[in-house]
């Protein structure tokens, strides 16, 4: 459902209008072969309307998400198969959720809101490179905004009109 919201989005994705303010992760970088907590920062609506539903994709390499619910939203885990098994914790895992839906709620244009997931980053994610989460908004009336573009090389987030959220993967941590 979110390829077929992104694949529109290539197409109109900036017809919603400048966006003021980007959807963000709180933490900027985590460690590969851990779990990571993902702070996914909503800072409004679309276009003076409130956002009703917000669709995170989930990318490959990262499994075992689980998200957090949230009072007056519906929560919906949409599951399917990885590209690849992952050893998680000496057990091989072949599917999860792939993408993340929260809705029916009400976060207004000028409101400020989180949506929370964890995830565990698997080893074999590239140390380095910039893990992104394409971010789809929906709001009343067919407004939408697609957090969906990922830099080419050579880009940065800051050459992009609607980026999707990332993270820097570092290097395994050591210790607890």
Known sequence: MLQRLITAGAVCGLATGTAFAHVTLEKGEASVGSAYKAVLRVPH???GMPTTTVRV???EGVIAVKPQPKA???LEKIKAAYSKSYDYYGASTSEGVKEIVWSGGNLG???YDEFIFRGYLTPDLEVGETLYFPVVQECPEGKVQRWIE???AGQSDDDLELPAPGI????KAVGH
């Open 72 to 74: 007056g939203w519906k």
């Open 109 to 111: 244009d000028d409101e």
């Open 45 to 47: 609506g679309c276009e």
């Open 150 to 152: 990922i830099p080419a």
């Open 168 to 171: 820097k993967l570092l290097g």
């Open 57 to 59: 994709q989930v990318p």
